[in-house]
């Protein structure tokens, strides 16, 4: 089954809404708890959030026979240039689409970016473990009350 990874259309907002809410919660429970999952999905994966996001071409989606079993969000932190979603549906999971996502959501930064940063919570090791095989490095930590819920900052040079 061939997968496409484009740039997300107003017409996938439901899709990539219901793609958060069948994902994020069940990935993030065992990692920050029922309650941080749960906010994630509320405060991140709406349909207000992701419409922006869409409307403003920061989004990007993995598509399988007409499906979306991946998801890619790019944004600003003040003048850094920030990857804040990169997910893949389980099952979809070794066929190489972080990877495709995350060399989409590249190719999409203006051409004066010269550095890439992604977030994860520090729970979140196998999202560290992807970016450190992917060339970023930790740059900081910002804590939280609940260590699980720490933000790792990483980042890589955009190559040329």
């Not at 997910?87 to 070794?94: C, N």
Request: aromatic share 8%.
């Amino acid at each position: 089954m061939d997968t496409v990874v484009r740039d997300a259309q107003a017409d996938d907002v439901a899709a990539i809404c219901g793609f958060g809410a069948t994902h994020i919660r069940p990935h993030y429970a065992p990692l920050i708890g029922e309650a941080a999952a749960d906010a994630q999905v509320r405060d991140w994966w709406n349909e207000s959030q992701i419409a922006a996001a869409v409307a403003d071409g920061l989004v990007i989606v993995a598509e399988a026979a007409g499906t979306v079993v991946g998801v890619g969000q790019r944004g600003r932190r003040g003048a850094d240039h920030v990857v804040y979603k990169l997910y893949v549906d389980p099952a979809h999971r070794g066929r190489g689409l972080g990877p495709r996502l995350l060399a989409a959501l590249t190719e999409r930064l203006p051409a004066d970016a010269t550095s890439l940063y992604i977030e994860h919570f520090a729970a979140n090791e196998r999202a560290g473990a992807f970016y450190e095989r992917e060339g970023f490095v930790v740059q900081g930590v910002e804590p939280g009350g609940d260590p699980a819920l720490a933000v790792v900052w990483r980042a890589r040079p955009i190559p040329s």
